[in-house]
């Protein structure tokens, strides 16, 4: 099964937006508060059009699929896949895809 992410109580911030967050998988759920700053969504939403909250989502569901590479924090921060994995960019941009339908 893979995991399930969703995107609760979005909080703007003076740099970015916070949201909880959660993933579910067979073994249950994890509760999270995921911080989106304004420089990681205009990188991954440069033309401003979808919400803070599908960017979000799409960030979560890549710690989701790469649980077993990242540690999955009660605080996450939208910038650390970019920071560790050399492929994030273009599988988050995939997801957003996904995610549009």
């Given at each position: 099964?893979?995991?399930?992410?969703?995107?609760?109580?979005?909080?703007?911030?003076?740099?970015?937006?916070?949201?909880?967050?959660?993933i579910i998988?067979?073994?249950?759920?994890?509760?999270?508060?995921?911080?989106?700053?304004?420089?990681?969504?205009?990188?991954?939403?440069?033309?401003?059009?979808?919400?803070p909250?599908?960017?979000?989502?799409?960030?979560?569901?890549?710690?989701?699929?790469?649980?077993?590479?990242?540690?999955?924090?009660?605080?996450?921060?939208a910038?650390i896949?970019?920071?560790?994995?050399?492929?994030?960019?273009?599988?988050?941009r995939?997801?957003?895809?996904?995610?549009?339908?």
């Amino acid at each position: 099964m893979e995991p399930t992410v969703r995107i609760a109580r979005e909080r703007e911030q003076s740099d970015g937006w916070s949201f909880d967050a959660g993933i579910i998988t067979a073994d249950g759920q994890t509760h999270h508060e995921l911080f989106l700053n304004f420089a990681d969504y205009n990188y991954f939403c440069p033309d401003g059009t979808l919400p803070p909250s599908r960017v979000a989502e799409a960030v979560l569901a890549f710690f989701a699929r790469h649980a077993e590479l990242m540690t999955l924090q009660e605080r996450l921060d939208a910038s650390i896949p970019r920071r560790r994995m050399l492929h994030a960019d273009r599988e988050i941009r995939e997801i957003l895809g996904e995610l549009a339908g």
